[in-house]
């Protein structure tokens, strides 16, 4: 294996061979010349040594044994082996005292010596563990020989000068640097120049006043003599003097700055009198003086030195609060540094800078500080600021650090709430309110903004109570101009509870910052998205642990959306804010409003948004109320939450605002978070109510309040989808009853209904068919009818056909979703469960004598068919089919035993289109295939009812449908009505009364038609007068009339007079008139050789059949059609065996012999058809007139029927004996008329229960 790197050795030493001392070959007594260091085995060997040499009386050999030793300890960086020089310490110190005061042989002092000892002392005092083995005796001896030294006026310049470096080092002990032994070294450093002279004697002297200050602190203020030599030195034009002095000087200060007897004693200097050559003045006054001289000195960095010495004598004067304004010389010394802010010399402007902060330092401004002196320290920051053309980089991030350092110190932490008021107001309003947010025209869009981001960062600073940062009390002093200065970062955060208590002082700042930085609202890391986050969130922590909300919060809240309500009246275009960095527009401006609100409401929750405490005052600002019972002067406005004033805000038009899905996003993004506060689908539903009375109810919807109530209606659409924990069963009716929620919730689609008449607006079909299938799994179809359709309808009707209102416009859309929703329940028993589900044990009303749950909804729906028709327009061909193909989804879903009620009811809205008086359609058009549909339930279901109601009686009460149809002004309709009557009242034996107005139309349709007309009386005078009536015309053509229908029978109608066919059968039985003949078809269909088959004449009493089919040649003539799921009785009986046939019927007389077997009665001799999807009715089956379907009481929910709005066509009653064939073959209506409207599809609803 491969060897650790520990194991491994190096191939060959970088070091030379060393093989270890030779002691048999080094006589250390006969030795006269110490060997050099590397020759010693050991640091103890090499002392032992040196002790020799130094014991002996050699001159030179003590000086090698001082030089050997002393570089030795300065090749180590740590002491070699502390133990030895512990053992030779003691005898070292008596050599090195001995040699201290060596004296040449002529009795002088032997300089060489002396300092080779002196250095090997300072390499000594420059390691602490070895300056600590030296003993008080000696130490105090070494000092007292350097006072000695410094008094001597014959002194040596060298000796003298490593002495004061070997004082300046020393860490003596107390013992040893007491007061009286310090008195005497600063008495002899005072005087020494006196004797010497020279730049590396004072800066000696400035270095061991400096080591003092350090180590000595009382002593140096028991004697303070060396202050005069500190600012005799800090004006020197030396420039090395003039830095060290400044240094001692800006240290001196900071520490002995609050003692009194230091700040006493410069005091007392500049108060000294000085003669100069003219005059006598103060000292104070001489050095200001000297310094203004200075400014103008370049060289050498003269001037940019003035602001430190000037921060020197500053920093002296804090041993008492308010001593700097005091100061008798304090406004030459401003003039002073208002000299170095305005020289031109970019460091001295620098250094005034920090000199400035040195002040702020000395002065800490407080409750108790003149409005004077507050104002002095902004003042020249602000002029500077004003200087945007001529700053630099460096000279504005001086002043933004000198900004900082204001604020640093005049709102640092555990401020009084009046100090902050204070401040906040004469620095921070007036430096970031109206400096670096202010308007100028001179500057440049880039200056501007670099302004605002900076006006940010700073509030920013301020307002973050979340980021823990240490607060020092010297951060001024911790800087030059050369280290990193103050960031913003770094200011003191403020009290949450004040900034939350002055929310008109912040917004003071907050709105212009937020109006000019308004496009950059829109992306995160932003200033102003930083600075407004850092705000919400430090006023949001007070309220954290508060259970009611304060105040001050809504104070907050109120500011806000002061900023809010102004922004969104201004609009996109007219905010007077910066160029954006990334471009602006309509998605921005709705992207940086939704930000404010949703930052503001996540971090201080939805409460404060919902408590009614907000009222609207003078000037369109927002004022708080602090009780229901306090209502300010100045509010003018109803008292409401602030979500409510949000919500009628955004229903007023901003101008220059373009709405659409954006505008829908940010509605939507609002609301979310207060519907996801509340806990259950009723609660949300109740909101969005509150929200919906709040829609202006004067006129129609604007612009805004479409796309709101859009989203009102999607949010009610999510809160119904949602089934609660405890929506089944009984505990939902606990509070109220379920019919409560649903009334509630149609209100949302009332109120579009009613302002929004003309437009059915996105959302609606949505919440209506989700209520549906909600009501519907609730309380089954009943649920469904009388929860949500019938109500609707009333709604529907009350609005449009009744009242002042009843001419105006609206949606056909409406009536046909609501009309193709409604369902029946299957009986009596289902509809009472329903209404005990929706209202508990109380009904909601009078309980109808059948089980019809609806009245309004036939009225409706009448109603929209007779004034559609009325106010007919062909671009509106589609909104017709649509209610047109629901009329038949309705019938063809209503029960067989409330067929006959519900023509009733809608009759004379089906006849206005049946008839078409004014020939307002015709064939070929969207609606064609509707009318065809509803025509073909029409005459498929009302033969059903003659067993039930009776032949008069069905005359006497449909006849204006019926006359309709016969009356009709296309010949299709009326060749399919013929084929009504004949299969309704030909079996007619109990008589039968013919009101006028038909037995008119009969008569002129029997010269062309084949009709059945029992119990006819007809006069004399219509008998003669038969032959000069006008011949029926119609406005298609033969091929536009058999759009409309299917050649599946021969036409009843013929063109030309009809002739007798057979003159036997041309006698008349007693009363009655015998029927015609037939002649060639009218409406016949494209394929000419179809013919129609000739009708022999029967007895009017007898049941008269449909004319059968010629088999002989009826299958060859058919085409091939596609095969469909469901076949037509009377295809089919073309296609079963006579065997089958009769299987068949066998079938179907014993289903009616036990009709308890279904949910309601068969009509006798109805056969049974399945009911199919309304989606196959363009089928080619489907279109063939089959049996009509005997429905159950509640029909079985279809969910393909639902999915799709063509509504079926219902099957074609047949005649009484249904083993007869139909008179043609069936052709498929061309699918070229049916229209498709896929994105209509209705939403299943529930099984029936």
């Known amino acids: 294996p491969v060897p650790t790197s520990g194991e491994r050795k190096p191939i060959k030493s970088i070091l030379k061979p060393y093989n270890g001392v030779n002691i048999s070959s080094l006589n250390l007594v006969s030795t006269s010349k110490l060997s050099p260091p590397h020759t010693y085995s050991s640091l103890a060997t090499m002392l032992e040594s040196v002790a020799q040499q130094l014991a002996g009386e050699d001159r030179n050999s003590r000086m090698d044994a001082y030089t050997t030793l002393s570089g030795t300890i300065k090749a180590h960086d740590n002491v070699p082996d502390i133990r030895a020089l512990k053992e030779k310490m003691g005898l070292l110190q008596q050599f090195m005292k001995r040699d201290l005061a060596a004296k040449t042989s002529t009795g002088s002092l032997d300089t060489p010596l002396v300092i080779n000892d002196l250095i090997l002392l300072s390499s000594f005092l420059h390691k602490t563990a070895i300056a600590d083995l030296f003993n008080n005796e000696f130490s105090a001896y070494l000092v007292d020989h350097a006072i000695k030294t410094f008094e001597d006026p014959a002194m040596s310049k060298d000796i003298a000068k490593h002495l004061m470096f070997i004082i300046a080092q020393q860490s003596f002990s107390t013992k040893v640097m007491n007061i009286e032994r310090v008195g005497r070294l600063i008495h002899a450093l005072h005087e020494i120049e006196n004797f010497v002279k020279g730049k590396s004697i004072v800066i000696g002297r400035l270095n061991i006043y400096r080591n003092l200050i350090r180590k000595s602190r009382p002593c140096m203020l028991a004697n303070t003599d060396w202050v005069e030599d500190l600012f005799g030195d800090i004006l020197s034009s030396v420039k090395d003097t003039r830095t060290h002095a400044i240094e001692l000087g800006l240290e001196a200060a900071l520490v002995l700055g609050t003692e009194s007897r230091a700040s006493r004693a410069v005091m007392e200097i500049f108060q000294r009198e000085r003669q100069d050559e003219q005059s006598v003045t103060k000292y104070g006054e001489h050095f200001a003086k000297r310094m203004q001289t200075m400014v103008h000195k370049k060289q050498e960095g003269g001037s940019a030195s003035v602001p430190q010495i000037w921060s020197v004598v500053v920093l002296f004067l804090r041993c008492r609060p308010r001593q700097f304004e005091q100061w008798a010389f ?301 209502r300010p002067r100045n509010s003018r406005g109803e008292i409401q939450c602030p979500l409510h004033h949000l919500f009628i805000l955004l229903t007023n038009i901003c101008p220059g605002l373009e709405y659409g899905e954006k505008f829908t996003s940010m509605v939507r993004r609002i609301l979310t978070p207060f519907i996801n506060a509340r806990p259950s689908s009723r609660s949300q539903m109740e909101l969005i109510k509150e929200l919906l009375q709040l829609l202006p109810v004067d006129g129609e919807f604007n612009e805004p309040c479409k796309l709101i109530w859009q989203v009102l209606a999607d949010l009610a659409t999510r809160a119904t989808d949602t089934r609660d924990d405890n929506s089944n069963g009984n505990l939902r009716n ?100 329903a209404r005990r589900r929706l209202w508990g044990a109380a009904t909601g009303g009078m309980k109808p004598s059948n089980f019809d749950p609806y009245n309004e909804l036939y009225i409706c729906l009448q109603g929209c068919l007779e004034r559609s028709y009325a106010s007919f327009k062909k671009d509106q061909a589609l909104e017709y089919s649509d209610v047109l193909s629901a009329t038949t989804g309705l019938l063809g879903r209503c029960p067989a035993v409330m067929l006959y009620s519900v023509y009733l009811k809608l009759q004379n809205g089906i006849a206005c289109w049946i008839l078409d008086k004014d020939s307002k359609f015709s064939a070929g058009n969207a609606y064609s295939q509707a009318i065809t549909s509803l025509w073909m339930t029409v005459c498929n279901q009302i033969p059903n009812m003659r067993h039930n109601h009776g032949h008069s009686a069905i005359l006497s009460n449909l006849e204006p449908i019926i006359l309709a149809g016969l009356e009709s002004s296309h010949g299709a309709i009326v060749n399919e009505a013929v084929r009504l009557w004949n299969a309704t009242f030909a ?150 065996t006579d065997r089958q046939k009769e299987v068949k019927e066998r079938q179907k007389i014993e289903a009616a012999m036990f009709p308890d077997l279904r949910s309601s009665p068969r009509t006798k001799g109805t056969p049974s058809t399945p009911e199919l999807p309304s989606h196959r009715s363009t089928s080619k089956t489907r279109s063939i007139a089959s049996p009509t379907i005997a429905r159950k009481t509640t029909p079985t929910l279809i969910l393909q029927a639902e999915e799709d709005d063509f509504v079926n066509s219902s099957p074609t009653p047949t005649r009484a004996n249904t083993s007869e064939p139909p008179s043609s073959p069936p052709e498929a209506i061309t699918k070229k008329q049916i229209a498709s409207y896929d994105d209509e599809s209705d939403i299943p609803s529930s099984p029936p229960e």
């Open 734 to 833: 606990i509070d109220q009853p379920l019919g409560v929620d649903y009334r509630n919730a149609l209100e949302i689609l009332e109120v579009c209904i009613h302002r929004s008449p003309r437009i059915l607006l996105p959302g609606w079909r949505s919440l209506y068919e989700a209520l549906v299938n909600s009501a519907t799994l609730d309380a089954g179809d009943g649920g469904r009818a009388i929860a949500i359709i019938e109500p609707l309808a009333r709604s529907f009707t009350a609005r449009f056909f009744k009242g002042a209102a009843a001419g105006s416009d609206y949606s056909l859309a409406y009536c046909r979703m609501i009309v193709s929703k409604a369902n029946y329940p299957k009986d009596r028993q289902a509809l009472d469960g």
């Open 330 to 630: 304090m406004n030459v010394w401003l003039k002073v540094i208002q000299e170095c802010f305005n020289c031109s010399d970019q460091q001295t402007k620098l250094e005034a800078n920090l000199a400035w902060n040195r002040l702020v330092f000395a002065i800490r401004p407080d409750e108790k500080t003149s409005p004077n002196i507050i104002s002095i320290l902004s003042r020249p920051l602000l002029e500077q600021l004003k200087r945007k053309g001529k700053a630099t980089g460096k000279a504005r991030k001086a002043t933004l650090n000198s900004i900082c350092v204001l604020l640093y110190y005049s709102l640092w932490p555990n401020s009084t709430q009046t100090q902050l008021d204070q401040y906040w107001d004469n620095y921070v309003l007036q430096i970031v309110g109206n400096t670096l947010t202010s308007h100028n025209s001179l500057q440049t869009p880039e200056s501007a903004r670099q302004d605002r981001i900076d006006a940010c960062l700073i509030l920013k600073g301020l307002f973050d109570s979340t980021t823990p940062r240490l607060w020092k009390d010297t951060r001024a002093m911790d800087f030059s101009t050369t280290d990193s200065n103050m960031d913003a970062s770094e200011l003191p955060a403020l009290d949450s509870k004040w900034l939350r208590k002055s929310a008109l002082r912040v917004f003071t700042l907050m709105n212009p910052l937020l109006e000019q930085l308004y496009w950059d609202l829109t992306e995160e890391g932003t200033a102003i998205t930083s600075l407004w986050d850092t705000y919400i969130t430090s006023i949001a922590a007070p309220a954290v642990k508060e259970v009611k909300v304060a105040n001050e919060t809504m104070a907050c809240v109120a500011c806000i959306f002061n900023f809010l309500y102004r922004t969104w009246h201004t609009g996109p275009k007219n905010l007077q804010s910066l160029p954006a960095l990334n471009g602006s527009g309509l998605e921005k401006f709705l992207s940086s409003f939704t930000n404010i609100i949703l930052s503001a409401i996540d971090k201080l929750g939805v409460l404060p948004f919902t408590e009614k405490l907000l009222s609207i005052g003078n000037q369109d600002t927002f004022v708080v109320i602090s009780t229901p019972s306090h």
């Open 987 to 1136: 079996d007619c034996t109990e008589g039968l009364e013919y009101p006028p107005k038909v037995r008119v139309v009969l008569l002129r349709l029997r010269l062309i038609a084949d009709l059945q007309l029992p119990f006819f009386q007809e006069t004399v005078e219509s008998e003669a007068s038969e032959e000069h009536r006008q011949r029926l015309t119609f406005p298609e053509t033969q091929n536009d009339s058999a759009t409309f229908f299917e050649p599946r029978f021969g036409s009843i109608l013929g063109k030309q007079p009809i002739t007798r066919l057979d003159s036997s059968m041309d006698q008349k039985s007693e009363g009655q008139i015998p029927i015609r003949g037939v002649s060639p078809l009218l409406g016949v269909n494209k394929r000419s050789r179809e013919e129609t088959p000739e009708v022999g004449f029967r007895n009017a009493k007898k049941r008269i059949p449909t004319p059968k089919l010629r088999h002989d040649d009826s299958q060859i003539q058919f085409e091939a059609i596609d095969s469909s799921p469901i076949i037509d009785e009377r295809l089919e009986s073309q296609l079963l």
